[in-house]
């Protein structure tokens, strides 16, 4: 009982964070589209993200791949915390991975951590460290970075969708708030390193922006408690 006020507490929270930090996502990728030409890095992230799309709307969900990297990340999040894994198995559809200790990190960093983006910028930055930047791969490195990112956000709704018993450990409202605020933070890091955009500048609109939401809801909060005094 204690547990589901104080997440709901937490939950009310967050709210304006997210406000504040999606608007000024939403204005990042605005921002990087709208000086993006036809040749442009974004351009062929863009194409990759909607090539992945209209695969998985056209042919299949790749759900074994997700899956291999859901329980994954669990697995490096529980490794990064100081936990030890004892079994990871991975079926069709479904998948398990049993650690020593469980905490919020381990418990939805398959959420907001696209796996499979940050091994393709390892594979990236160790190609050009081992050519020596001879070989111009950029095009292709956004194209599947765009595919990566997609199959991440994608999959990732069509996972919480279909119920997730990570996010009930922790309240499922506020799993969820943290899990977006998380991935636009993350997001928005990647997109500064390879689309020309302030990362310190999101976050410094973002908390403006948060607290200017803050101070709305304390407002309204104020103005409701002094209408039902008056009509006491």
Same mark, same amino acid.
């Given at each position: 009982?204690? /547990?589901?006020?104080?997440? =709901? ?8 964070? %997210? ?5 000024? *996502?939403?204005? #990042?990728?605005?921002? &990087?589209?709208?000086?993006? /030409? ?9 194409? /990759? ?11 299949? @969900?790749?759900? @074994? ?13 529980? !490794? ?14 479904? /998948? ?22 940050? &091994? ?9 460290? %081992? ?11 956004? =194209? #599947? ?5 997609? *199959? ?5 709704? =069509? ?40 990362? #310190? ?9 948060? !607290? ?16 039902? !005094?008056?009509?006491?």
């Amino acid at each position: 009982m204690f /547990g589901n006020i104080f997440t =709901f507490i937490l939950s009310l929270l967050l709210l304006p964070v %997210c406000y504040g930090i999606g608007n000024n *996502f939403f204005r #990042l990728i605005l921002k &990087v589209n709208s000086f993006s /030409g036809i040749e442009s890095p974004w351009t062929y992230f863009i194409c /990759g993200a909607i090539s992945y799309i209209f695969l998985q709307l056209i042919f299949f @969900r790749p759900l @074994r791949i997700y899956v291999f990297g859901h329980e994954f990340a669990h697995a490096i999040a529980g !490794w990064l915390t100081g936990a030890r894994v004892k079994t990871f198995k991975i079926k069709k559809s479904s /998948g398990s991975v049993s650690l020593t200790k469980i905490n919020i990190f381990i418990a939805l960093a398959p959420y907001f951590i696209p796996i499979y983006s940050i &091994v393709l910028i390892l594979f990236y930055a160790l190609f050009n460290i %081992c050519t020596k930047n001879v070989y111009n791969v950029n095009h292709y490195f956004q =194209f #599947l970075l765009g595919i990566t990112i997609s *199959f991440h956000v994608a999959l990732t709704v =069509f996972a919480i969708n279909q119920g997730q018993s990570d996010l009930e450990k922790y309240g499922v409202i506020y799993s969820l708030l943290l899990i977006f605020v998380s991935n636009c933070l993350i997001l928005a890091a990647m997109f500064s390193v390879f689309f020309q955009v302030s990362f #310190l500048e999101f976050l410094k609109d973002s908390v403006k922006d948060s !607290w200017y939401a803050y101070l709305w809801a304390c407002h309204l909060l104020i103005r409701a408690k002094e209408n039902i !005094w008056t009509k006491l």
